[in-house]
C-alpha cells in the first residue's frame, strides 16, 4: 500500500496564504513517483470531497474554477513531495486537505478514480 502524508494545515485569517506538502513515502506496485498523477481534494464540514488541483507526469497543472488564480500546484519528483500553495485564502477555502495518487488513467479532479490517500491537513480561516 502507498503512503501519502500532508502538512502543512494551520489557521489562518481571510487573505492569507498557506502552503501544504504531501510526501509519497512508498507508493503502490513499485512505480515511479513521477509516473503518478498527483492531485489535491478537500472536504468541507458536511460536503463532499471536492477536486482543488491536480498536476500531471508533464507537469501540467490543472485547478478547480474556484480556487484558480489564488492557488498553485508543483511538485518535485526527486523528493516525492507535491505541494499546494495558496493565496488569498477564503472562508470558503477551510476544509480537510488531502492528497491523492493515480497511476495510469487521466489526471482528473473526480476523487473516485484515485486509489492512494493521505490523511488530511485541516485548514481553518478566519474573517
Known amino acids: 500500500q502507498g503512503q501519502l502524508v500532508e502538512s502543512g494545515g494551520d489557521s489562518v485569517q481571510a487573505g492569507g496564504s498557506l502552503t501544504l506538502s504531501c510526501t509519497a513515502s512508498r507508493l503502490p506496485w513499485g512505480n515511479r513517483y513521477s509516473d503518478y498523477c498527483m492531485a489535491w481534494f478537500r472536504q468541507a464540514s458536511g460536503k463532499e470531497r471536492e477536486g482543488v488541483a491536480i498536476?500531471?507526469?508533464?507537469?501540467?497543472?490543472s485547478y478547480a474554477p474556484s480556487v484558480e488564480d489564488r492557488f498553485t500546484v508543483s511538485r518535485d519528483n526527486s523528493k516525492k513531495i507535491v505541494f499546494l500553495r495558496m493565496n488569498s485564502l477564503k472562508s470558503e477555502d477551510a476544509a480537510m486537505y488531502y492528497c491523492?495518487?493515480?497511476?495510469?488513467?487521466?489526471?482528473?479532479?473526480?476523487?473516485?478514480?484515485?486509489?492512494?490517500w493521505g490523511q488530511g491537513t485541516r485548514v481553518t480561516v478566519s474573517s
Open positions: 491523492a495518487a493515480r497511476y495510469g488513467g487521466g489526471c482528473t479532479l473526480d476523487p473516485s478514480v484515485y486509489r492512494t
Open positions: 498536476i500531471n507526469i508533464d507537469l501540467k497543472a
